[in-house]
T-cell receptor
Framework: AQSVTQPDIHITVSEGASLELRCNYS??????LFWYVQSPGQGLQLLLK??????LVQGIKGFEAEFKRSQSSFNLRKPSVHWSDAAEYFC?????????????FGTGTRLLVSP | DTGVSQNPRHKITKRGQNVTFRCDPI?????LYWYRQTLGQGPEFLTY????????KSRLLSDRFSAERPKGSFSTLEIQRTEQGDSAMYLC??????????????FGPGTRLLVL
């Protein structure tokens, strides 16, 4: 079945440590790929996106993500986490590259940052 | 660019009442999406507008739900005869296509609905 999987429900990282959030998708063709962040009670903010080309994409707030076709993955990384990064992170895909492009989201990973 | 706005931000209602939410997209965006997010889940697609035309609806959108986008500007989502299972965050997103026919959706702050 077509799906987006974020295997980690919660992750705790010490401030200043590196971070990697995992995302795998299951679609026949390579979809468009996105990472969004959501603070409590707020909407979603776009961190970065991948449409085509360079498989390492840079986003806002020092985040980057790498698309790996062979692994159907689009993992999010940050070299040094700040306390303000604590939030919920959603991986999303747009399965269709034509027509309307609804987003299919993973269940999210909640990031906790310890002092 | 003032971003996507949604009103109200919070709504508490009693079961059986009707509620209406409003979404104002980014002004130059012709595409508008509604999503629903329940606790502990990612957002799920509800419906899609291109300009004023509603072109796609999810099976999640029961007959009690109706959405409009008159004149292709703001959009409203109405829920009739609310049920406790309708309690969720309702998110609106808008987008437009770039020359590569790719689109990026920008989300509003959401309307959190609680049905008692």
């Amino acid at each position: 079945a077509q799906s987006v999987t974020q295997p980690d429900i919660h992750i705790t990282v010490s401030e200043g440590a590196s971070l990697e959030l995992r995302c795998n998708y299951s679609y026949g063709a390579t979809p468009y790929l996105f990472w969004y962040v959501q603070s409590p009670g707020q909407g979603l903010q776009l961190l970065l996106k991948y449409f085509s080309g360079d498989t390492l994409v840079q986003g806002i707030k020092g985040f980057e993500a790498e698309f790996k076709r062979s692994q159907s993955s689009f993992n999010l990384r940050k070299p040094s986490v700040h306390w303000s990064d604590a939030a919920e992170y959603f991986c999303a895909v747009s399965p269709s590259r034509t027509g309307f492009q609804k987003l299919v989201f993973g269940t999210g990973t909640r990031l906790l940052v310890s002092p | 660019d003032t971003g996507v706005s949604q009103n109200p931000r919070h709504k508490i209602t009693k079961r059986g009442q009707n509620v209406t939410f409003r979404c104002d997209p980014i002004s130059e965006h012709n595409r508008l999406y509604w999503y629903r997010q329940t606790l502990g889940q990612g957002p799920e697609f509800l419906t899609y507008f291109q300009n004023e035309a509603q072109l796609e609806k999810s099976r999640l959108l029961s007959d009690r739900f109706s959405a409009e986008r008159p004149k292709g500007s703001f959009s409203t989502l109405e829920i009739q005869r609310t049920e406790q299972g309708d309690s969720a965050m309702y998110l609106c997103a808008s987008s437009s296509r770039d020359r590569g026919l790719q689109e990026t959706q920008y989300f509003g702050p959401g309307t959190r609905l609680l049905v008692l």
